[in-house]
């Protein structure tokens, strides 16, 4: 335990906090930055351009309050996503962990349950810890699938007031098919359990994954979560929204803070939004990038899970975390997600992958 993990298990926390880790993956200064799923294509120069320009537009209002209720960043998300959703269908936070931690501030809680299915997004146990709502998981078939008859056993038996299902997950990339979402909605009724359908990578989903976003009419505890952080390439820029009925909306009213969109970050997203063409040009280069991996990968003998995401898991190394380091060593630094046999590594460049493939094999 160092002297900072000591000083903190001195303060009064929370009896559940308490031996809990930040989430938080590798910080280190190298050449190609593959570990943490961002677009590695960054903001092209006309969208940084008409950035720049809107948030010097906001800058002259900054001694005013911003617009607590985001109504034109609502209206271009809802235009965005389509599906006949409508801006009050629609809610935004800093980043789409700020609008999963406000779901559980309004349905969680003492006395209630949130149900996971690892190995998923490691940030749920922890957003349920911060606001005391006991956390349960259940496990995954054989290649981390999920079954619609699993789904809903597992959500009647844990009795379960709020759902995360992940897709595409992370950190394998696989996607959920839809049957998946209906079951469990379906076997959460007796609970009212919030399925929550985490959509962090959705515009990188293959030809022919269908969104929940279909699934939304006449559903009014289902949430699509989505992020402008992966495939908008505004990692930096924070800004989660989720498209949902109306009502879920107005349940995070009650637990949001006051103003907690700030004009700068409503300028920095709208602007984008007009420009989303421009910016989602690069998912297909992505993609490219992500399947050669998996042909490549498979041509080495290894085991890549199928992706829908910008990232690629896999599997068949006998010494996962040497195969991390010699990769380091040679200035690519990708994801250890502490599952034996397996690492995770994001989709770059055309440059940024054939290194790090090229590196690959030369360390196996």
């Known amino acids: 335990m160092t002297d900072r993990e000591e000083a903190l298990a001195h303060l009064p926390l929370r009896n559940n906090l308490v031996g809990l880790l930040p989430y938080g993956a590798p910080q280190i200064d190298v050449p190609i930055l593959l570990n943490v799923n961002e677009n590695t294509h960054g903001v092209p120069a006309d969208v940084s351009s008409a950035i720049v320009a809107a948030v010097e537009v906001a800058t002259r209002g900054l001694n005013r309050y911003p617009d607590r209720e985001f109504t034109e960043l609502r209206t271009n998300l809802a235009a965005y996503l389509g599906h006949g959703i409508t801006p009050d269908q629609i809610w935004a936070a800093n980043g789409s962990n700020e609008v999963l931690q406000q779901i559980l501030q309004a349905f969680g809680g003492p006395g209630r349950t949130a149900l996971g299915f690892p190995p998923t997004y490691s940030m749920y146990p922890l957003l349920a810890s911060s606001t005391d709502t006991r956390y349960v998981t259940a496990g995954r078939r054989a290649a981390f699938e999920m079954t619609a008859s699993d789904t809903a056993r597992h959500i009647r038996e844990s009795q379960a007031n709020i759902v995360f299902l992940c897709s595409p997950n992370n950190p394998t990339g696989t996607a959920l098919g839809l ?10 009724e007796k609970e009212r359990a919030i399925i929550i359908v985490d959509e962090a990578y959705g515009e990188f989903a293959t030809s022919g994954t269908r969104s929940a976003l279909t699934l939304l009419p006449g559903r009014e505890r289902l949430i ?21 009925a109306p009502e879920i909306a107005d349940a995070l009213r009650l637990v949001r803070l006051p103003y907690h969109l700030s004009a700068i970050t409503q300028a920095a997203a709208n602007a984008a939004l007009t420009h989303s063409d421009t910016l989602l040009a690069n998912v297909e280069a992505i993609k490219e990038q992500r399947d050669r991996i998996v042909a490549e990968l498979r041509q080495l003998g290894l085991s890549p899970a199928p992706s829908d995401a910008n990232f690629v898991f896999f599997g068949g190394l006998d010494d996962p975390r040497a195969v ?15 599952i034996e046999g397996h690492l995770r590594v994001t989709a770059g460049t055309e440059s940024e992958t054939t290194v790090f493939l090229d590196t690959l094999r030369t360390l196996l």
């Open 179 to 188: 049957d998946v979402v209906e079951a469990a909605y379906e076997a959460g």
């Open 224 to 244: 699509v979560s989505r992020t402008m952080s992966k495939a908008f390439a505004l990692a930096g820029a924070r800004l989660g929204y989720l498209a949902a």
């Open 324 to 338: 991390w380091s010699g990769l380091l060593e040679a200035g690519v630094l990708i994801r250890d997600v502490g």
